[in-house]
């Protein structure tokens, strides 16, 4: 079948391509009743415009490249849906990618956005080197870095105050009576991690607490992996009364982990996670967690990167948001011996 172009529906309208372009476009300067007849005879005609060409002349593609980790992760699932939603209610679409966490696959496609023309890239760093990796790329095209603090670095980002979120974590789980408190699955090469480590270490010395960590051994943060290594922690005997976990997907690998050792939370162990993902609210799980606001990070991100794609000379942004706790039902004070 014959593709339709804007020359044939021009022909059929009886008007030049520019008139048709205009209407399509939403441009000023053509009567509602002329706008409404061709926008009738290109549904008529099955018209599509020609996405392309468009963005050659209009200097847009009204697309923005979002990049993050790993999409099987929950929270970075719920992040993109969020993101997603945004770009769209201001007229934007999303191209996703995953780097897999692999600093050389993350400036492939980054370098892929910039050759595909898209606006604009959100990305969800690999790595605590991924600003050093790719800062030649980045004055090529608007970036905002997201859920990663580059502290003093001139490119905008916006995330939450991971070590905040920490400190208040352990002052949570303290205030129910809480001594022994186990720091669970800090990943190497993420500055989250890293952030959130910092502020359990001093939230810890504030209170007088020692300081007890397991760190992940894997690669990424995943409920499988946490399960892992609950399986090894709860094989040894269980000198805290607390675990505050990471990531919540850890938290949920424990979860797992405990059931299968008879451990019952909270009666016999107390749980915190981070992050807020979807699951970690279900009525069986009730996982108390230090809450990241997806949404608004995704609104922000969205809107920081749309000051830059309209306004080259906008400069950077750091915006920073503070957690909060929310409370369910997987902490408790600790049993009496």
Do not use: W
């Amino acid at each position: 079948m014959k593709q339709v172009t804007i020359k044939d529906v021009a022909k059929a309208a009886g008007v030049s391509y520019s008139t048709v372009s205009r209407a399509m476009s939403g441009s000023p300067g053509i009567s509602e009743q002329t706008r409404r007849r061709i926008v009738r005879l290109c549904e008529e005609m099955n018209y599509t415009a020609n996405a392309v060409a468009r963005s050659m002349v209009m200097k847009s593609t009204k697309l923005i490249g979002l990049i993050v980790t790993d999409i099987s992760n929950p929270f970075m699932s719920e992040l993109a849906y969020y993101i997603d939603g945004q770009a769209r209610a201001r007229g934007y679409n999303i191209v996703l990618c995953n780097s897999l966490r692999n600093l050389e696959q993350e400036r492939g496609l980054f370098e892929l956005m910039i050759s595909r023309k898209v606006d604009g890239v959100i990305l969800l760093p690999a790595e605590t080197e991924s600003y050093n990796t790719l800062s030649a790329l980045l004055p090529r095209i608007p970036t905002v870095f997201l859920g990663e603090n580059l502290k003093d670095a001139p490119e905008s980002y916006v995330a939450v105050d991971n070590y905040r979120g920490a400190y208040m974590g352990v002052e949570y789980l303290y205030r129910l009576g809480h001594r022994q408190i186990l720091y669970f699955g800090k990943r190497r090469g993420s500055s989250t991690h890293q952030l959130r480590s910092d502020g359990y270490q001093a939230a810890c010395e504030a209170y007088g607490l020692t300081p007890r960590c397991l760190n992940n051994t894997f690669t990424s943060t995943s409920i499988q992996y946490g399960y892992q290594l609950a399986r090894q922690l709860f094989a040894q005997p269980m000198d805290y009364t607390a675990i505050f976990a990471a990531t919540d997907t850890n938290a949920l690998g424990i979860i797992q982990a405990a059931e299968e050792r008879g451990i019952r939370i909270p009666e016999d162990l107390s749980l915190l996670g981070f992050d807020n993902i979807r699951d970690g609210g279900l009525p069986r799980i009730g996982l108390t967690t230090v809450e990241q606001p997806k949404k608004l990070l995704a609104s922000m991100a969205v809107d920081a990167l749309l000051d830059k794609i309209g306004n080259e000379l906008s400069g950077y942004a750091h915006r920073i948001l503070t957690p909060s706790i929310v409370e369910r039902n997987s902490c408790s004070k600790p049993r009496e011996e």
